[in-house]
């Protein structure tokens, strides 16, 4: 039986894989994609993170990797599916063979919301993208539109920018939410235009891609088609919290319900990083996460 399983090798898993190997605990961090750093690796720029000013996400996700690599982390790519109690501790199943494990850190972390629209997943992969970072490059001297409001979305439109020919950032309120510095350099792209106050409700094809997406301001009620070849989504996260329903308590949200040292409502499992309720969703605040957890953990085996 292993002392711990980490679930996701985001930055707080792969922190957490960290102070679990130089603290000598038996772990293992299962991850389902085939490359380490969770939501970071698609983002253009981290100019946030102690240390590393202006670094591309993808970068910064690798040299956290190699970090991890050199003190010996043990790492395997597996699909987390179900987390249930045994004699002495709990099995985690997943696409591999079950692992049985006297205590867990879940940090499996978030994705993007869906907008519910018509046309959103009929375009899925032909116009409607949630990752500017990854698929911008396809829409270089096009037209396209970002629907949000915050860090994201802002983020995703002055990337698009630089490449596209026109960008419209739809959003729903007469103000932005992200962080001042974004919307000075948003602000500052001559090709991008705000659509205030406006919701998109429709995306609208051709011969199987995206052609048009249709908006409506909340006040007035007057609909507007804007001719475009890609949407791109921004308008939140959801936790993938999905596969531990049942086992702990999560928020109306699906945010785990965790105390400051990650501890959730089951003795044993522990949660870290944008996965479990908390006011700041970052790098930073998720590293600190996952070394806190390591802590309750080896106070946890203990007191066994
Ligand atoms: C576009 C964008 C830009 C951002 N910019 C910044 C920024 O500039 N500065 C900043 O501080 N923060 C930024 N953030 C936020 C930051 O990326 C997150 O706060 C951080 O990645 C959270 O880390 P995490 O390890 O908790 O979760 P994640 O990064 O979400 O990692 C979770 C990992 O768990 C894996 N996983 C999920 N479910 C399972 C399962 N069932 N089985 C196995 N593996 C699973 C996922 O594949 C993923 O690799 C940005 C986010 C986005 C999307």
Redesign the pocket.
Known sequence: MKDLVI???????MTAGIYATRAGLSALV????YVS????I??YE????PGFPGINGFDLAQKMREHADALGVVFDT???RRVERIDGGFRVSSDKDPIDTKTVII????DHSKLGIPGEDTYGGMGVSYCATCDGAFYRGKDVAVIGGG??AV?DAIFLARACRKVYVVHRRDALRAQKSLQDKLFACDNVEIVWDSNGTAIEGKDGKVSALIVQNKFSGETKKLDVDGVFIAVGIVP?SE?FGGLIDQDDKGYILADETGATSTPGIFA????RAKAL????T?VGDGANAVAAVERYLNEQ
């Open positions: 679930i996701g090798a985001g930055p707080a898993g299962l991850e389902h994609n750093g969770g939501q970071i698609n983002t981290v100019d946030n993170y597996a699909d987390v940090a499996s972390g978030a860090d994201v983020e993938n596969v870290a990083g944008d996965v969703r970052q790098i930073v998720a």
